[in-house]
């Protein structure tokens, strides 16, 4: 099936007991057992339930994996791939990954005997040069958050083949409308499905989805022992979300190329990030393993008080952190998303006080546009 009909039909049929179209909320904790020990196949809802494993279904499909599963936040779901690593092991990281996947790996996972090594994964040298006798993992976001540096995910996802590394892709900018990691060899991908996957801002819930039976076997077992589900409520929204991928994501796409190019021409605009100018650095890579270049779009204002000047003069785009919403959405990484990082450390990836990151939504490009223009005139 295409791209549009998976994302309406895949995992969904009509439901046993009464027909409905769409999948019901199964909001129960628990299922009747036919008789001791012999369940329906639904014992109690941390384990299974309806609802979750159709979006399950949904995901593991729109992304051609062998098994997806859905967690209560992006981060639940990028803690629980963790797990396939141990005590001593050693992980190769993107360096700009989302500020809460940092502060996971740096300040919570350290603490249980994991290293990580963060590098510049657009240069496959440095993940080589990074690898030591106990690296088990690669993880890459790509295009990172907020510097839109872009990595090729099908030379990572050989050198981990040749060097029996898991190879793990946040794909929650470009959703698998855009593209899909695992196609391009990665063994596993996560999403925030709060971002564009839900698509309206009304959810916070994340996604694995798998290619290997014992990578499968262990969430499985993961998501039902520490219990981070997608609540049933979530799961109905996310799959409701996913039902109009297609739709949103040229929208998205489209807004995006205008707002960027918009901003590029503006004077007090001194540099503009986003993976679609043919001289941003990756555009070739990028072209071969997406079909799009998403709208997430960073520029640089050049100092703290010009950002907090257009963001406190925007009105159409709303001040807030996340991203992915048909809404557009408007935020300053260094106080916001990238708090969880020093400064030194901002510095060093380039994510200065100036910076802005937009997330541009499905509104009238014109409306955008005009507002842009006017908080400009501001700075
Ligand atoms: C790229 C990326 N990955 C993961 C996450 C974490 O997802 P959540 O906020 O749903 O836990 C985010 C959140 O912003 C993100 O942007």
Redesign the pocket.
């Known amino acids: 099936m295409g791209f549009a009909t998976d994302a309406i039909h895949a995992g969904v049929v009509p439901d046993p007991a009464t027909g409905s179209v769409m999948t019901p909320i199964y909001q129960t904790s628990t299922y009747v057992y036919e008789s001791p020990g012999k369940s329906t196949g639904y014992d109690y809802a941390r384990t299974i339930n309806p609802t979750r494993s159709a979006l399950e279904a949904n995901l593991r499909v729109l992304e051609g994996g062998k098994a997806a599963y859905a967690f209560a936040?992006?981060?639940?779901a990028?803690s629980a791939v963790m797990t396939l690593v141990k005590a001593g092991d050693h992980v190769v990281v993107s360096h700009n990954v989302?500020g809460?996947?940092y502060r996971l790996f740096a300040r919570v996972l350290e603490d249980y005997g994991l290293a990580f090594t963060y590098v510049d994964t657009s240069m496959i040298e440095n993940i080589e040069r990074a690898v030591r006798k106990t690296t088990r993992m690669v993880y890459v976001?790509t295009p990172t958050?907020p510097i839109m540096i872009l990595t090729d995910i099908a030379l990572v996802a050989r050198l981990c083949r040749e060097r029996g590394l898991i190879s793990v892709v946040?794909n929650?900018?470009l959703t698998p409308y855009l593209q899909r990691p695992l196609d391009l060899g990665a063994d596993i991908v996560?999403h925030?499905?709060?971002?564009y996957l839900n698509g309206h801002s009304d959810s916070?819930?994340?996604a694995a989805i798998l290619t290997r039976d014992e990578h499968a076997e262990r969430i499985k077992f993961v998501q039902n022992s520490v219990g981070a589900i997608l609540s049933p409520f979530d799961s109905w929204l996310v799959l409701r979300g996913t039902k109009t991928l297609a739709l949103r994501m040229p929208r998205h796409e489209e807004n995006g190329r205008v707002v960027a190019r918009f901003l590029r021409k503006q004077p007090k605009v001194r540099k503009v990030y986003w993976p679609g100018f043919s001289d941003h650095p990756g555009h070739e890579v990028h072209r071969r393993q997406a079909t799009g270049f998403g709208s997430m779009i960073s520029f640089d204002l050049g100092s703290l008080e010009a950002a907090q000047r257009l963001l406190k003069t925007v009105r159409l785009c709303s001040l807030a952190?996340?991203?992915g919403g048909v809404e557009t959405l408007i935020s300053h990484p260094a106080t916001m998303?990238h708090a969880g990082y020093t400064q030194a450390e901002r510095d060093a990836l380039g994510i200065g006080q100036g910076l802005v990151r937009i997330s541009v939504g499905c509104e009238d490009a014109e409306d955008l546009l005009a507002d842009l223009r006017r908080a400009l005139e501001a700075v």
């Open positions: 936040s992006g981060m639940a990028i989302y809460g996947t976001e958050n946040d929650t900018f996560v925030s499905t709060t971002k916070v819930g994340g952190e996340s991203l998303t």
